[in-house]
């Protein structure tokens, strides 16, 4: 149960780029990948801006190299990310080490069903949609891209859901369950969640404005990012080199709302304390926090209160690189941890951007600037409807 | 090795388990093309301010939830497990043909809301005011060995009680659609089910809870002593290598095994595999079947194990299940050997204690 | 206004799926949320939708609910000033 977990390769693709050193670009020139909304089919195409990748589906298909028609937007995604991080960390799945695949999605096929969901009861040609639909496919996609894969499975607990991955990973490594594990998520922009986040209101129709005083709500964004995590004693067999290390984690639950967050933050709280605990931090030593920030009022209020019941007067410096990414659900806790292994490797701190002033009740200042500085501890935060709470920490090698 | 006992259960499915009293006495057919849940009367289970909220996954969930708890005799848990192959398919679909419909407008949050995956174990957890672990598996035939799995790691790690269910829904638009895709079929009863020549799973549902704790106490019925998935194994032979390794982890052999539970969904292709183990299995074992009485679906393995429990409850083997074999009066251990679509296979080992 | 408040009983009972409530039994003066309906900012987001739908009226922010949606009388009130229908 002591075997320390290492992070040993990481692969993302989002509205801030195709691969990670696309992203970093992206992150240290400021340049956020929120815009117009070019693929999605949607009538409210000119009236959201959103963060989509920025390629076509037929784009993805010649980069997977994979024609069938049973992928989809979501396991294109999934696929790249994944593999980038197997080839980053240079595991090789064939030598007989139990490699497990843990991936996270919300909206799972459901932005192709959406496109032939009426046809289907009409026409045969699309009914493979059925076969798609589920949030178990982009899971087994990955596993059959990569290979050799002895364990898979996905969690889905809405915007918290990679962290969950994250942690679940971990956890079976700890319990000699596997060896090593490639851990994300994934969600392809969908009519069914922007439709769905519209009608809770909670949509900002300019740039995101996460902890400002006037934001008015999120943008949704899309894509997949995936680490490749490994047990000490299965990095050490293959003398492989680690990027930074998970020492802490946490998964507790607000149980106050279906949708919102308690005024005082109290499921935040709980899971940050308790990461913190298993770390055995103080929390004077995390020197920055990557937050979940959507840039609604009631997320950013809540967290906000949280850090500050956790942290006192002396919060750590902190951003959301939601402004940049845009929101992507399942796949946001696995790309703030990329983002995290990248502030941890380059010692940058990425800002959050759209920020001018303050929230009223707790003042918080978010980092603005792109700051290089010394940093050995990222804490994570990812939280979700349901309650779903969740935190991660992550230590400079 | 960390157990976990099963102190209460909760099943909701096409059979009239919600009764704990019932075993096998009437069997209900498939009232239509598919086995549906009979569900009781949720308003005994939930109150009407949530009530009127829920599609059919989340009150299935919340009540049989509630049942397991109650039966259990425990006031609050240190997790909540679920797991859902389609999660609360109704609401999605009441929400994606909303939108298709009206062309994007007019649309209303609620069934948005309750479309995502782990409803089910938030609303628990809401009611429960469970601010513990919370975590919910959508994979596929997968979905509640996590569950499974994750308890006994929980457990390891400190944990003691621990609530973990299997859900599924379907609806009648998603029933039509995968008989256009011939998916499935009505299996006659004068045929052997798990004999298929045939395509086509029967389609089930239901939901079913387990209250676990580390420890027994003098609730317990029976034990779990571990769980394993194997994904796309390329052979029986594969199947039975691993299941053999599986056993000898607990120190046991095929021959130990009083019941095997097997998985045949009634589609030929499907079930190929394990039509090939059968006759190895039951030189050593008495072998039922279940999936004739629960339906196929993503979390039938829940059911699995609610019939294993009772069978090592009761101590007798219904005739209705058997397919060979007598154990009655000695039902010591019963090996559940699962499979979905041919693709997620899946052993749990429950034992009497 | 009276017929008004008869016609948004039964459209609210209907929307939000209030199956135990009688038309007769919500007082045109009594708080909606918290206590009287016990309604919540879900339900806040479906009363939204209503107007919408019903009486083609368009409202932004969420936060003008908590005003409008006082109680029904506020409720209709609103609608005659504001409504298309």
Request: with cysteine.
């Amino acid at each position: 149960m002591s075997e320390r977990i290492y992070i040993t390769g990481i692969g993302m693709i989002s509205a801030i780029g195709n691969n990670v050193q696309e992203s970093f670009l992206s992150l240290s020139q400021l340049k956020t990948g929120i815009g117009k909304i070019n693929h999605l089919t949607t009538r409210y195409k000119d009236d959201f801006l959103a963060g989509e990748v920025k390629l076509s589906n037929t784009d993805l298909m010649d980069l997977v190299k994979d024609n069938s028609p049973d992928l989809n937007r979501n396991s294109y995604l999934a696929m790249l990310a994944a593999k980038e991080a197997v080839i980053n960390s240079g595991i090789d799945t064939k030598d007989g080490l139990r490699t497990g695949v843990i991936s996270s999605t919300t909206v799972a096929g459901m932005g192709k069903t959406e496109l032939y969901y009426k046809e289907l009861f009409e026409k045969n040609d699309h009914l493979n949609v059925l076969d798609t639909h589920d949030c178990g496919d982009s899971t087994e996609r990955i596993a059959d891209f990569i290979g050799n894969v002895d364990y898979v499975t996905t969690i889905s607990t809405a915007c918290s859901s990679a962290a969950n991955a994250i942690m679940l990973g971990c956890r079976m490594i700890k319990n000699g369950l596997l060896d090593r594990a490639i851990v994300g998520g994934v969600d392809a922009l969908s009519k069914f969640t922007l439709n769905g986040f519209n009608t809770l209101m909670i949509l900002d129709k300019e740039w995101c404005k996460p902890f400002d005083e006037n934001r008015k709500g999120l943008n949704l964004g899309e894509g997949g990012a995936y680490l490749v995590i490994e047990g000490e004693t299965a990095l050490n067999k293959r003398n492989g080199k680690p990027l930074a290390e998970i020492i802490g984690y946490a998964n507790a639950n607000d149980a106050y709302h279906q949708t919102a967050s308690s005024p005082e933050g109290y499921g935040a709280t709980l899971a940050i304390k308790q990461a913190l605990d298993m770390s055995n931090l103080n929390p004077s030593e995390i020197d920055y926090i990557n937050m979940h920030g959507t840039g609604t009022p009631n997320n950013d209020l809540s967290e906000s209160i949280a850090s500050k019941t956790i942290f006192g007067e002396k919060v750590p410096k902190f951003s959301s690189t939601k402004a940049f990414t845009g929101h992507t659900l399942a796949a946001a806790a696995s790309i703030e941890a990329v983002i995290s292994v990248l502030t941890l490797q380059n010692q940058l701190l990425f800002p959050n951007l759209n920020f001018t002033t303050p929230i009223k009740e707790t003042g918080l200042i978010p980092e603005t600037q792109l700051l290089h500085v010394p940093i050995n501890t990222v804490l994570s935060n990812s939280f979700g409807f349901g309650g779903n709470c969740s935190s991660l920490i992550f230590k400079k090698i | 090795m960390v157990k976990a006992y099963i102190n209460g259960i909760g099943c909701i499915s096409p059979q009239n388990t919600i009764d704990d009293n019932w075993f096998f006495e009437s069997i209900t057919p498939p009232a239509g093309d598919y086995f549906n849940a009979l569900e009781p009367s949720y308003k005994d289970y939930i109150a009407p301010n949530l009530l009127r909220r829920m599609g059919r996954a989340i009150k299935m969930g919340v009540a049989s939830a509630n049942l397991a708890i109650k039966q259990a005799e425990i006031e609050s848990v240190d997790a909540i497990v679920t797991g859902t192959g389609l999660g609360c398919f109704e609401d999605s679909e009441r929400f994606l043909l909303a939108l298709l419909n009206n062309d994007e407008q007019f649309l209303t949050p609620t069934s948005f809301i309750q479309s995502t995956h782990n409803t089910v174990g938030s609303q628990i957890a809401l009611i429960m005011k469970c601010h513990n672990y919370n975590f919910t598996y959508v994979h596929r035939g997968f979905s509640f060995e996590s569950c499974l799995q994750d308890a006994m790691m929980l457990f390891n790690e400190g944990k003691e009680n621990i609530l973990i269910g299997g859900i599924e829904e379907h609806t009648p638009n998603f029933v039509e659609l995968n008989r256009r895709a011939n998916k499935f079929q009505i299996v006659p009863t004068n045929t052997p089910f798990w004999e298929s020549t045939t395509k086509g799973i029967q389609m089930g549902e239901g939901s079913t809870f387990f209250a676990l704790s580390k420890n027994p106490n003098n609730k317990s019925l029976a034990c779990i002593e571990g769980v394993q998935t194997l994904y796309k194994p390329k052979t029986s032979n594969d199947i039975l290598s691993k299941l053999n390794t599986f056993l000898s982890l607990h120190n046991l052999t095929l021959n130990d095994i009083d019941v095997t539970l097997m998985g045949f969904s009634s589609d030929s292709e499907f079930d190929n595999k394990l039509q090939e183990i059968k006759p190895i299995i039951e030189k050593e074992s008495s072998i039922a079947y279940f999936k004739h009485l629960s339906g196929e679906f993503h979390t039938a393995s829940s059911f699995a194990l609610w019939l294993a429990t009772k069978l090592i409850e009761k101590q007798a083997l219904p005739k209705s299940i058997t397919i060979t074999g007598n154990s009655n009066g000695s039902i010591k251990h019963v090996l559940i050997l699962n499979q979905y679509l041919g693709i997620n296979y899946s052993f749990t080992l429950v034992s009497k204690i | 206004m009276d017929a008004l408040i008869e016609k948004l009983k039964g459209q609210i009972i209907e929307q939000l799926n209030l199956a135990e409530v009688k038309p007769e039994e919500i007082n045109p003066d009594s708080p909606l949320f918290g206590e009287g309906l016990g309604l919540d900012s879900i339900d806040a987001l479906e009363l939204i939708v209503l107007l919408e739908k019903h009486y083609g009226i368009k409202i932004e922010d969420p936060k003008d609910g908590k005003t409008i949606f006082q109680s029904l009388r506020t409720m209709a009130e609103y609608i005659k000033a504001n409504g298309k229908g």
